[in-house]
């Protein structure tokens, strides 16, 4: 039996294939977590003029005592929660998060009142196969695009 080998030891390719792991990794997450982003975004349907479930008294009276701090109950939506979601660090290690101090009641998962308003947790949100889908193909574009980047 004889053995052909093939030596691609050229200093140029290996270089670029050293780095495209990390590459590869890094706008792959990056890409995945902006279609993340798009896809926890999604507001419930409003249940303006119904009644919000309570866990508790205690709850209750907690949440009024802070709207009256804070001056009186939201009167619309703001938009804020969905402005709140950003990505914080980058490559392989960057994080999606929301700093919106309400964001815990509602998406994490949501608490009796707002799950009972249709508000979903973010991993209800992600569960979703065609949500899924949508994350899984912004890391194949994160993917090409560092093809692109290494220059292969």
């Known amino acids: 039996m004889s053995l052909i080998g093939i030596d691609l030891q050229d200093p140029g390719v290996a270089n670029k294939l050293g780095k495209l792991g ?8 990056e890409k995945a977590n902006e279609a993340a982003i798009f896809v926890v975004r999604v507001y419930a349907p409003s249940h303006s003029g119904e009644p919000f479930i309570w866990s508790s008294p205690a709850q209750r009276r907690a949440a009024f005592a802070k709207m009256r701090e804070q001056g009186g109950p939201p009167y619309s939506r703001t938009q804020t929660l969905y402005e709140g979601w950003e990505t914080v660090g ?15 009641f509602v998406k994490a998962p949501p608490i009796v009142g707002h799950a009972a308003r249709e508000w979903t947790s973010v991993s209800e949100d992600l569960d979703g196969r065609s949500n899924l889908r949508k994350v899984v193909d912004g890391f194949l574009e994160g993917v090409k695009r560092a093809f692109g980047i290494a220059g292969l």
């Open 90 to 104: 980058s490559g392989k290690t960057q994080v999606v998060v929301n700093r919106v101090p309400y964001a815990k």
């Open 22 to 29: 990390n590459i590869l990794a890094d706008e792959g997450v």
